[in-house]
Each structure stands twice: as structure tokens, then as C-alpha cells.
């Protein structure tokens, strides 16, 4: 995700820099050339030596005593830098960066930098909520530097409340987004996710091996690009996308009534969910035990979402999903014109690394007027941001 980004990971002297030292496998395994510079607080916390050697690159901490590229150099890495994330910083440095306080190499540095800053402040909770940090965090993002809000808990010092540094995979996620182009803001858009399960006794029910990746990827990536994101998401062992309002359901009628709820207020929806077609006709009251060979039971159909939503269409733009074994072209074409789409992702979920239970994709994009697109087997976060920007286009 950040393959070939030059990212700076500025670390001041607070006890949270151990989770720097996390955060920093998490930049150079999503692809990214890191260069770490400490102030010498930090220093007495985690080692340079730590940092150096994940980063294979020389650490920074003094201008005047580190010898070598690292102490002449940190003007040369502020014109290079994709982006910068303080992590963790503290009172001392908040209230440099808003004083304009150039006194150390991180410091110095930062007043050099005009690619995109993300400050994960960390601190005691009466610290934080002290008047003048809250000031002090105020004229930073006035000026112009991103603010991770802190997490909440017990802290080292024993008091509770604001002041934790965030996870590490919500840091790396929030430096990402600061990347991201924000042609959706202020766009609201609605995702559905994952399998239905449709019960026939207390303890069973029919259901696809849907994991809600793809779903998860696009919400995900839409939230990124400045969207106000909505993910309608069945049954999955899936993390919630950060800052995205998740909505839990397990029947195609929860999913049905969530959707339907919020579709006038929306300008895009993403039916990503593999929803059911059929459903028990009956559901047991009790779990039905194993007293004979086989079992009858009969099967409904569901209503088709997709399908009303496209009926009631106005403005909106719908884009939809066809899983299928065969016949693709042909099959996906009927569901976009059937169905009112504006864009149908169709891929053979039969056919290695692409469908269900995968990390990685292959699908074909097809649009009304006989557009089609096929789009080469590739992760599914990537391939949620190709549909994101096709949506953008119309």
C-alpha cells in the first residue's frame, strides 16, 4: 500500500515508543523506504539501535553528534518525504510544533516538511486535557498537521482516561488515508459485506463461505478517500474499518431493512454481499435432533435488494456484484440491465485465487452500453480502490 512512499517516522520520549518500533515493521511491510528520527528523550525509551536495524537505515537523534548521512541530511529527507508520522508525541513536542520551536533534529526537521504530517499525540490524561496542549493541538491543526486522536484506558501511570497512543495498525491506517486523494468527500456511501445466514433451527442455517473482504476493502478504501462510509456487514471475523459506521445483521431481511433505511440519504451504493437467494420456508422452535436419515424442508425465495433498489433509484449510483461459475459475460450483463445498475464487478468464484474465502480478485467490470473491463487477478484492496475510481467516473 505504501510500496516505494518515502516515510518519515518521527519518535519523541515518551513511553509509548515501544509501539513505534511495531508501527515501523508495519511501513516497511506494506512496501515503504522508512527513516526514523528520535529526539534524544526517546532515546532513553527505545535504542536506536532497535530502529536501525528494522529500518536498515541510519537513526537520527543528534545533529551535532551522530556521525555520518544521518546528521546532515535531515533537510534532504524532508524534500524526499511522501509523508511523516510523530509517533509518539508528546506534550513537549506538541507545544514545539505549535511554538515554530526548532531546537533538536526532529524538530528542525519537521519545520522543513511540507509533504502531509500525522501526530499521534501520547501523554498522561491530565496532561492532555490540560488547557494548554488542547490549545497547543488546536493551532497544529490549524496550521495544517493531521491529529490522531489518543485512545482511552489505564496509561503507565496508573490514571485512566485519554491519553493512550493508538494502536499501531490504526496509525498506520490514518498515515495511509493521508495519502489517499479525497475525490469522495463529502460523498455518502453505503456498502454491504459478507455472507446471510438464514436459520432453520435454533443452531443451523444456510449460508456461502463469503469472508467480506471485498466489502471490507471497498469501505475501507471509499472512507480513505474522504467518504462518510456506511457497511451494512453480515456474520464475518472481520476488523471494522476505522472511522466507518458499521451496521451487524444476519438475514437478508435485517440486511434488507438496514439497507432500504438509508438508501435516499446516499449517493453511492456497493452491494458487495453475497446474499442468499433462498431461505427455509419454516424454522424449527427447537434444534432438530438426528432421528432419522434425512431431513425435508422447503425452500423460499428471498427478496432481491439489489434488484429494489435499482426500482428505486433516483440519483444514486449502484453498483453491484455477480458471483458466478459460468456463462459470465452473459450472466452479469442480464443482472446490469435486469437490475438498473450503473456497474456490475462479475468474477468466477470457481477459478483459483479469485471469489470466496481469498485475499486476491479477478473480475471483470461491466457498464451499461456493452463497456466491459476485465481487470487482471490482484489483491482485493487494490482492486477496491480500480472500482472506487470507476464509480468516481460516472
Not at 535531515?74 to 505549535?98: Q, S, Y
Not at 456487514?233 to 434488507?256: F, H, L, Q
Request: aromatic share 6%; glycine share 8%; net charge negative.
Amino acid at each position: 500500500m505504501l510500496k516505494n512512499k518515502n516515510i518519515v517516522l518521527g519518535v519523541s520520549g515518551g513511553i509509548a515508543a515501544y509501539k513505534a518500533v511495531e508501527l515501523l515493521r508495519l511501513l516497511k511491510k506494506a512496501g515503504a523506504a522508512v527513516q526514523v528520527i528520535m529526539t534524544e528523550n526517546a532515546a532513553q525509551f527505545v535504542g536506536p539501535m532497535t530502529f536501525e536495524a528494522l529500518s536498515e537505515k541510519q537513526v537520527c537523534v543528534n545533529l551535532f553528534k551522530d556521525a555520518g548521512d544521518a546528521s546532515i541530511s535531515h533537510i534532504r529527507w524532508a524534500d524526499e518525504a511522501d509523508a511523516v508520522v510523530i509517533a509518539p508525541a508528546t506534550a513537549n513536542f506538541v507545544g514545539k510544533l505549535a511554538g515554530g520551536i526548532a531546537d533538536d533534529a526532529l524538530s528542525t526537521f519537521i519545520m522543513a516538511v511540507t509533504t502531509p504530517v500525522l501526530v499521534c499525540p501520547s501523554m498522561n490524561s491530565n496532561m492532555y486535557l490540560s488547557e494548554a496542549v488542547q490549545r497547543n493541538l488546536k493551532t497544529i491543526e490549524k496550521d495544517g498537521f493531521g491529529v490522531l486522536s489518543p485512545g482511552s484506558g489505564e496509561l503507565a501511570c496508573g490514571i485512566e482516561g485519554p491519553g493512550r497512543l493508538p494502536e499501531p495498525v490504526v496509525i498506520f491506517d490514518r498515515l495511509v488515508k493521508l495519502l489517499k486523494t479525497d475525490d469522495l468527500e463529502g460523498k455518502r456511501v453505503l456498502v454491504t459485506a459478507g455472507p446471510t445466514r438464514e436459520p432453520f433451527d435454533p443452531v443451523r442455517f444456510i449460508s456461502n463461505p463469503s469472508s467480506g473482504r471485498m466489502g471490507y476493502a471497498i469501505a475501507r478504501a471509499a472512507e480513505m478517500r474522504g467518504a462518510e462510509v456506511t457497511l451494512v456487514s453480515g456474520p464475518v471475523e472481520i476488523d471494522a474499518p476505522v472511522n466507518v459506521e458499521v451496521v451487524r445483521t444476519n438475514t437478508v431481511d435485517e440486511m434488507a431493512e438496514e439497507v432500504f433505511a438509508r438508501f435516499d440519504n446516499t449517493d453511492i451504493v456497493i452491494k458487495a454481499a453475497a446474499v442468499g437467494d433462498y431461505r427455509p420456508a419454516t424454522a424449527a422452535e427447537h434444534k432438530i435432533k438426528k432421528d432419522s436419515e434425512t431431513i425435508d424442508f422447503s425452500l423460499v425465495k428471498n427478496q432481491d435488494i439489489l434488484r429494489e433498489l435499482g426500482s428505486r433509484k433516483k440519483n444514486q449510483v449502484l453498483c453491484g456484484f455477480a458471483a458466478e461459475t459460468r456463462d459470465l459475460q452473459e450472466n452479469a450483463q442480464k443482472k446490469l440491465k435486469e437490475k438498473n445498475l450503473d456497474m456490475i464487478v462479475a468474477n468466477l468464484v470457481n477459478c483459483e485465487g479469485s471469489g470466496f474465502r481469498t485475499t486476491t480478485n479477478s473480475v471483470t467490470l461491466f457498464s451499461p452500453g456493452g463497456k466491459v473491463e476485465p481487470l487482471p487477478n490482484m489483491e482485493k484492496t487494490k482492486l477496491a480502490d480500480i472500482i472506487l475510481d470507476r464509480i468516481a467516473g460516472l
